[in-house]
């Protein structure tokens, strides 16, 4: 069909002709509501960024992990659950670990409550094989709390960059 056809007929029935895919010989063109079209691919868009909510991280446990050591792992899921990533929260066994697997639940749920005031629980803790898995997602913006400080990140990296220069002298 000509474009001026098109066109016309477009126009006789109060709608706009929108060009599809214009690489293709001949072009592909639709006769539609623009302004319906237009809020049909924001709305797209919308529940394509609403599902996906980019990278998932893995934080792996063990479950005679030392105090530091979980307040550390604990401060590097905040990081991960305020940039909006996904956790996958796994806690591995090994051994004589595995007579202990309530000692391990335990653990995993000390650290989904510790995670509650920046991500919600979206699978509770399984066992799977020789670990036990959980999925946390992040809070929307707007009721996300941060236990720690942007100082103590900036510190942390001056003392590793200062342990650094150390190392080299």
Known sequence: MRIEDALTKA???GLDLIEVAA?????VCKIVDYGKYR???AKQERDAKKHSSGKVKEIKFRPNIAQHDYH??????EIFLDKGMKLKLTLMFRGREMQHVDLGFDLMKRVCSDLLHIGHVESEPKKLG??????VAPLPESKRTR????????????ADSD????MAA
């Open 11 to 13: 126009r006789s029935e």
């Open 23 to 27: 690489n293709v010989n001949p072009p």
């Open 130 to 135: 020789k670990s036990i898995t959980a999925m």
């Open 163 to 166: 342990d650094d220069a150390n």
């Open 39 to 41: 809020y049909q691919q």
């Open 72 to 77: 550390t792992k604990v401060k590097n899921s």
């Open 147 to 158: 236990k720690y400080s942007q100082k103590d990140d900036e510190a942390a990296e001056d």
